[in-house]
């Protein structure tokens, strides 16, 4: 009966067990899966746009090799994740489509443009940096095939971290002009950065919901929280500021207190109203578009092995 496997669904997820794709599982955690492991996958798809735009230009042949096998780890993680989002029962093709007609989301940072060469560092450091805060904790996820999805993911998100903070150290000790570049790219990725957490607890729609299945593991205010006080002494050894005046060492609470978030700008940043969502979800479409005779080509190459193997 359905509440026999609801019982056990139950007392898998209170035993810290993995719920696999055959298990029976509620509609709303599959359905929740789904939506995050989609927005997750997007995120990874289209945040390939910002950094790629600098492979042409990037400094020197170590960078761009650098820069081009980083962005080729991200079209990576997206698959992954579009193959993990594929046990639940959708279809990549399903996926791309609500992607492309905006019925579902991916990360807000994205949304933003890299101006200057220092931007690949700052998203490197930070956006990276936050992307792994949020994540490591969902390698406990419950749910199989996305916890074991981050263990890989989270690895070579950490490299990607190093890479960015290696090279704003480069420009922070190299011509002032250098340093003003990196600075520069620090202050307009810091609060986007801070944004990807998501809203306040208290505005969270899906917190106690997830919670309670153990996808996520942490509220949304309380991953923040760890990546502002990671990032602070990170700041102070690349010689670069952070653009908070209120950003100061709170020894009661054994945490950074830092200024409110303008959230008004992830509303409006996530409602498709960022200085680059047309130009990224109209990029991912004519990618798409464009590709559609290498899918056609990879199909009929399909047909015709699977006739020539039944003859
Ligand atoms: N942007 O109730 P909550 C990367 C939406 S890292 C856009 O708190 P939840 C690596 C949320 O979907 C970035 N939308 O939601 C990389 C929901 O809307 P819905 C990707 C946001 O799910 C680095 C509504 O607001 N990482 O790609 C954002 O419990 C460098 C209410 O929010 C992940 O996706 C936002 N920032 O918590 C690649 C990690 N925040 O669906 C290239 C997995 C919230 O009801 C270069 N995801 N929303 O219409 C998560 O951990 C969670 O989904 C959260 C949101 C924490 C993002």
Known sequence: ?????????DAAVAADERIEPRDWMPEAYRATLIRQMAQHAHSEIIGMQPEANWITRAPSLRRKAILMAKVQDEAG??????????????????????????????????????????????IGWLVDGA?????????????????????????????????????????????????????DAVDRWWWPSLMMFGPPDDASAHSAQSMAWKIKRHSNDELRQRFVDICVPQAESLGLSLPDPDLRWNEERGHHDFGTIDWSELTEVIKGNGPC?????????????????????????????RTAQHT
């Open 131 to 183: 992307a792994i805060t949020n994540q490591v904790p969902l390698c406990r996820c419950s749910y199989g095939p996305y916890a074991r999805a981050m263990v890989r993911v989270c690895k070579e998100e950490s490299f990607h971290q190093r890479q960015g903070y290696e090279l704003l150290l480069a420009l922070s000790k190299g011509t002032p002009a250098q340093h003003a570049m990196a600075q």
């Open 1 to 9: 009966t359905t509440e026999a496997y609801e019982a056990a669904f």
């Open 77 to 122: 993680h997206g698959l992954y994740l579009y193959s993990a989002a594929e046990t639940l029962g959708v279809s990549r093709d399903e996926l791309l489509d609500k992607l492309h007609t905006g019925r579902q989301k991916y990360s807000s940072i994205f949304n933003y443009p890299t101006l200057t060469w220092a931007d690949v560092g700052a």
């Open 277 to 305: 969502n047309e130009q990224r979800l109209g990029q991912r479409r004519r990618a798409h578009e464009e590709g559609a005779w290498v899918r056609e080509a990879a199909a009929a190459h399909a047909a015709k092995r």
